[in-house]
């Protein structure tokens, strides 16, 4: 069965510094990988997505993700935050081979602080 | 361009109403489901379907029925409402598993209060 691990309910970052989201899955075969981010009182939209290919991938806002088969892995970053990336962000994976069911993280509530 | 769409926003319930929220979509997504967020648990699926007449059960589908008489809606049933069915759910659509990649589509949710 596949899971998501999000370490860290809350992290808080000032403006200007790096944010860094972790995110470590377990699936017995090559996943699919997404981060999503939700805005206060809104639905989920796409960040970001690994599907095959380049490791490093890039979303939207400056956000990336590296995955990573050896430490089973696909932290979010950005280089430099900025106010409007407060949300909370869930990352998330999916079979592969059958693309299907969505397995959310319980989610990681970004702060940015002026 | 609607996307999903989501109806109502907000509804709240006294203990053992029903009611059905509404899910429609207008990409003729193939795949469609539902999921339920709570403080601290992220997004927990309820109930999906792969097409129209076919659905299937998620990881907390007790309590709640659903049907796809077409492929643009997907509406959710709560049978007899509980206290611990308060939740803010969330509609998402996506093209048939297994065409490539996924990504998923979601619905402004609708916040449920059952009192």
């Known amino acids: 069965a596949q899971s998501v691990t999000q370490l860290g309910s809350h992290v808080s970052v000032s403006e200007g510094a790096l944010v860094l989201l972790r995110c470590n899955y377990s699936s017995s075969v090559p996943p699919y990988l997404f981060w999503y981010v939700q805005y206060p009182n809104q639905g989920l939209q796409l960040l970001l997505k690994y599907t095959t290919g380049a490791t490093l991938v890039k979303g939207i806002n400056g956000f990336e993700a590296e995955f990573k088969k050896s430490e089973t892995s696909f932290h979010l970053t950005k280089p430099s935050a900025h106010m409007s990336d407060a949300a909370e962000y869930f990352c998330?994976?999916?079979?592969?081979?059958?693309?299907?069911?969505?397995?959310f993280g319980t989610g990681t509530r970004l702060q940015v602080f002026p | 361009n609607a996307g999903v769409t989501q109806t109502p926003k907000f509804q709240v319930l006294k203990t053992g109403q029903s009611m059905t929220l509404q899910c429609a979509q207008d990409?003729?997504?193939?795949?469609m489901s539902w999921y339920r967020q709570d403080p601290g648990m992220g997004l927990r699926l309820i109930h999906y379907s792969v097409g129209a007449g076919i659905t299937d059960q998620g990881e907390v589908p007790n309590g709640y029925n659903v049907s796809r008489s077409t492929t643009e809606d997907f509406p959710l049933r709560l049978l007899s409402a509980a206290p611990s069915q308060t939740s803010v759910y969330f509609c998402a659509s996506s093209v048939l598993p297994g065409q490539a990649y996924t990504e998923a589509f979601f619905g402004q949710g609708t916040r449920l209060t059952v009192v």
């Open positions: 998330a994976v999916s079979d592969r081979r059958r693309g299907d069911k969505l397995i």
């Open positions: 990409m003729n997504h193939e795949y």
